[in-house]
């Protein structure tokens, strides 16, 4: 199973920067690759397949990307000014014991790789950045309290997976910056929660999902790729940062929102097992959820593109 790829980053003149990444074959990882080489920044891919690698970043298209593959990380790691983790198996999918095994193995395994490479490289060649994802199922679910970067770590299932991922990426030595981004739910076009949430949206005349009363903290694609962009070069970003909107909304609002957007009634509600035949145990995200805000991004003064719902939803399938 391919556990994806990474990107460093190194600031050579001026802001050119080389960038290697991990889960860069995943929904975020494709769209970050493709806005640092739009950007004239290098990248190094690094993969457990270099097959599915190239498929994804043909050399016609980009040309210069380096990719390499496992024995070729430490290479690409030392000399990189940052590197960007965004590696593990996605957790939208149907979860049996195996799967919730692989789900956290997946993201501590490449975390604690990439923190190795990093702390053994000498000084001159270290990278000055490690930018690690998160999840936001840190916090655990709640329909009432509101969660910010400075709440406690919840209880379950994912809550620890997140706990462990975040204490493993801090094993990173301190003169290292480290930023750990606890992303919400991702909306894009080409992967993610909405992808299956459509079709099973569409199926049951577009109503809510579950109770409704759930919170949804969500982000477009764009912006997440944006933010952990901004991680990579501006020093202030460092520490545990939401990579959520600013306005998260009940999973109600999300499903009048996308009714209208595509045009459906949004009336009769999607019941839970609809949703558990779909993702098993991974509907608990979407059927539980949790409020969380974005207060540190603010604070950094981070320009949302997408701060409401409705306007992401329009952006993504208009």
């Known amino acids: 199973m391919c556990l994806g790829s990474m990107i460093s980053v190194k600031i050579i003149l001026g802001n050119k920067m080389i960038i290697s990444v991990t889960g860069a074959t995943g929904f975020i990882g494709r769209r970050l690759v493709q806005r640092l080489h739009a950007d004239n920044h290098s990248v190094h891919v690094l993969t457990r397949s270099k097959s599915k690698a190239e498929t994804i970043f043909p050399a016609k298209d980009f040309p210069g ?17 940052g590197v960007v983790n965004l590696a593990g198996l996605p957790i939208s999918t149907r979860w049996s014991p195996e799967i919730k095994k692989e789900i956290k193995q997946s993201r501590i395994r490449v975390t604690s790789k990439v923190a ?68 919400g739910v991702v909306l894009g076009k080409d992967g993610g929660a909405l992808v299956k949430m459509i079709p099973i949206f569409n199926l049951f005349a577009g109503g809510p999902l579950g109770s409704g009363k759930q919170w949804f903290s969500w982000i477009h694609l764009e912006d997440i790729v944006n933010l952990i962009y901004e991680a990579l070069s501006n020093p202030s970003y460092k520490g545990v940062i939401n990579g959520t909107a600013p306005n998260p909304v009940r999973l109600a609002e999300l499903c009048d929102q996308l009714g209208n957007v595509l045009g459906r009634p949004s009336w009769l509600p999607v019941p839970d097992f609809a949703l558990k035949a779909v993702l098993g145990e991974g509907a608990t995200v979407v059927l539980e959820g949790q409020r969380v805000l974005p207060i540190q991004a603010k604070k950094l003064g981070f320009p949302f593109k997408y701060p409401y719902v409705k306007d992401a939803l329009q952006a993504i399938l208009s």
Do not use: M
């Open 65 to 81: 990307i380096k990719i390499a593959e496992e024995p070729e990380w430490k290479d690409s790691v030392q000399g990189s000014t």
């Open 116 to 183: 190795e490479l990093i702390n053994s490289a000498p000084d001159d060649i270290r990278p000055k950045v490690f930018v690690s994802a998160t999840a936001v199922g840190y916090y655990g679910t709640s329909e009432t309290q509101v969660f910010d970067e400075q709440s406690p770590s919840g209880k379950d299932y994912l809550a620890e997976v997140c706990r462990e991922w975040e204490s493993t990426a801090l094993k990173v030595n301190g003169d290292v910056r480290v930023a750990l981004i606890r992303i």
